[in-house]
């Protein structure tokens, strides 16, 4: 016997449906969260336009081949990327974008835009991997890239660029760490001297981190596992192997972020977690995020991905940034808290009619920020939605006001008045009390 709410459904003849959720590792993004995420991109959009980066708009997803290009010793390849077949005839092996760097690199080379070619982005990525705190399957990022220079003022610029937005969100428990790589001169040797340091000491590390160091000795160095850090600690740095030109154009970065007045730590085991980077790489870490794990972006330079894919010859440089882990910071620290409503004026409507859908789009045209109720409620529960909505101003239209040609104007914050105005006098009274409110 069925019994229960179900049970009533199934006796009715009617059939209940299933509750859909969000799958694993996603989530909606409603009110006002997802303003305040809106507001943030915009913030960034704002600093990337004023330093000469233009928006790209790239796929969500690309051939399989293009992320397969951040090496094959990385988990994003190996193990997170979102994989599936067209319907083609054969069918093509595509995948969800993990990050924008490989496409940004894969448009250079497909379109060759003259360089240097500065742009921006932001939108989804998406990685299977294990949800936690401030890490989904799908999660935005905003970023930057530069790409067809060497030069190290590129690397200042996009480096101080991610400062500046960090300072623009109010945060002030953010350190930048630095270090260089080296280029394929000096990466050899080091790789060789770290290999054979970590070989000595295989049995103090993680069962992870050996397997990890036969496919990429250098990744060892980003394992955040407690086991391994006496071993990290103590292993070769890169510094000490840097052949001259990385030596030199390590110097250059820190001396332009010097000359900015961009205070940072060099980090001499910061490798970044894709295979692609040469020389400079960097990270921004939050303070205010009490955890192993408080990276709120980084990047380096790529100066060989471009020719992976198929391009001239393009150094690059660029950072991604990821929107859930800043947010978590910026709350950790009481900054960029989500923006009030903006609803400016209610329209209170008891007289029925098309009043009310007149004075808003008229009220709208005019710039303000406008919402009404629905459903002919009750003066009195309108009011209650006005409150609520956080509006400066009720434009309240009922059947006498109608009759009239008139709307009466009233000032919802404490101690303020009303009064009846003509229709064609709303906007200018309107905008004169919300201008006195500022």
């Not at 160095?221 to 840097?242: G, H, N, T, Y």
């Not at 010859?313 to 978590?328: E, N, Q, W």
């Not at 006001?401 to 008045?417: H, I, K, L, S």
Request: glycine share 10%.
């Amino acid at each position: 016997m069925v019994s229960g709410s179900s049970g009533a459904a199934v006796a009715s003849g009617v059939v209940a449906q299933p509750l859909f959720r969000a799958p694993v590792g996603t989530r909606d993004l409603l009110p006002p969260e997802s303003g305040r995420r809106r507001r943030l991109v915009s913030v960034f959009a704002d600093l990337a336009d004023r330093s000469g980066f233009g928006l790209l708009e790239s796929p969500i997803f690309e051939e399989l081949g293009v992320f397969q290009r951040l090496g094959a010793s990385n988990d994003v390849v190996t193990k997170e990327l979102f994989e599936f077949f067209d319907k083609g005839d054969p069918p093509r092996h595509l995948a969800l974008r993990p990050e924008l760097t490989a496409s940004v690199c894969r448009a250079f080379a497909e379109h060759r835009p003259t360089p240097p070619w500065k742009i921006w982005y932001s939108g989804p990525q998406f990685r299977y991997e294990r949800p936690q705190a401030g890490r989904y399957r799908q999660f935005d990022q905003v970023g930057v890239e530069t790409l067809g220079t060497d030069d190290p003022h590129a690397d200042v610029e996009v480096i101080g660029l991610g400062l500046r937005f960090y300072e623009a969100l109010g945060m002030k428990q953010v350190r930048l760490l630095v270090n260089s790589l080296g280029d394929s001169e000096s990466r050899p040797s080091y790789v060789a001297a770290l290999a054979e340091y970590l070989r000595s000491r295989h049995g103090e590390l993680s069962d992870q981190a050996r397997l990890t160091l036969e496919r990429n000795p250098l990744r060892v160095l980003d394992s955040k596992r407690e086991q391994d850090q006496p071993v990290i600690a103590a292993a070769p740095v890169m510094a000490d192997f840097l052949s001259g030109a990385s030596a030199e154009h390590f110097a250059a970065v820190r001396a332009g972020l010097d000359s900015v007045g961009a205070a940072y730590e060099i980090s001499p085991r910061l490798v970044r977690g894709l295979d692609y980077y040469t020389r400079t790489t960097f990270e921004f870490a939050a303070d205010a995020l009490h955890t192993a794990q408080n990276a709120v972006g980084g990047g380096g330079r790529y100066d060989g991905l471009v020719e992976e894919l198929g391009g001239p010859p393009a150094p690059g440089i660029g950072f991604a940034l990821g929107v859930d882990r800043i947010l978590m910071a910026c709350d950790a620290e009481g900054a960029f808290a989500a923006a009030p409503a903006p609803v400016e004026v209610f329209v209170v409507d008891t007289a029925g009619g098309h009043s009310a859908a007149v004075l808003c789009d008229r009220l709208r045209q005019a710039g303000l920020g406008v919402d009404r109720a629905f459903d002919g409620r009750s003066m009195k529960a309108q009011m209650k939605r006005a409150d609520r909505s956080g509006a400066t101003v009720a434009a309240i239209v009922g059947p006498d006001e109608q009759a009239e040609g008139a709307v009466t104007v009233r000032d919802m914050r404490p101690g303020g008045g009303q009064r009846r105005v003509a229709e064609a006098e709303v906007v200018a009274v309107v905008t004169e009390l919300l201008e006195g409110a500022d």
